[in-house]
């Protein structure tokens, strides 16, 4: 690991890059990503859009032994359950209409790295059974297909919903939900935090200054 690495994963290291605010909401959360990339453990992203979620788990990522690693995004809010099932998993040739070649899935391609999925919560009931058998068991079958296929694959989940309440809606699994919450990192939005604003400001005031000076 690099001295860079290692400063940031110190506790008392400096912000995460990319990520502006030093008020002392965000200080626990650098703080939580730094304890938390010492390990393997899956995570869970908690707030709403905009605010850095994608950030800090790359972060995550980076500073992990993992780091040297693929990092994978998903966004499971863009796709529909079917087209999501494949970006996931991969196919094979046949097996739906318009699969006219075998496809690698998003998994396999974080194999020994990180997979990021984004808006866990638009998953649906079914995707979510295929998503708890690979955090329980680090394999799956491609759709289309019967060879089981094992990955080694750090999970990091993010939600812009409280997923307890899609829980006790009914929409989302309980047992999925556990075993993404290893880690819970809430990210507060920026109204929770106005000590920040200035940062912010100053910093944005900085960014277009030197586009203009370009």
Not at 154 to 163: D, Y
Request: proline share 4%; aromatic share 6%.
């Amino acid at each position: 690991m690099s001295a860079a690495n290692s400063n940031y994963l110190s506790d008392t290291g400096p912000p995460i890059p990319g990520i502006i605010g030093s008020s002392l909401a965000m200080q626990d959360v650098y703080r939580l990503t730094r304890r938390v990339a010492r390990s393997n453990a899956s995570v869970l992203l908690l707030g709403e859009t905009g605010t850095g979620k994608e950030m800090i788990a790359t972060a995550i990522h980076r500073l992990s032994d993992r780091g040297s690693g693929p990092f994978v995004k998903v966004n499971c809010g863009a796709l529909s359950e079917s087209l999501l099932e494949s970006e996931l998993f991969g196919h094979v040739r046949g097996s739906f209409t318009g699969a006219i070649n075998n496809r690698t899935g998003r998994f396999e391609a974080a194999h020994t790295g990180t997979i990021f999925l984004d808006e866990i919560n638009s998953t649906t009931l079914h995707l979510q059974i295929k998503l708890l058998r690979v955090l329980q068991e680090r394999e799956f079958e491609r759709v289309g297909d019967t060879q089981t296929v094992a990955v080694d694959t750090r999970v990091i989940a993010a939600s812009n919903r409280n997923l307890m309440s899609e829980v006790e809606a009914e929409r989302f699994r309980e047992d999925l939900y556990w075993r993404l919450n290893v880690v819970p990192i809430d990210i507060p939005p920026l109204r929770d935090r106005r000590e920040d604003v200035p940062e912010l400001v100053a910093h944005f005031l900085n960014y277009y200054s030197e586009l203009n000076e370009r």
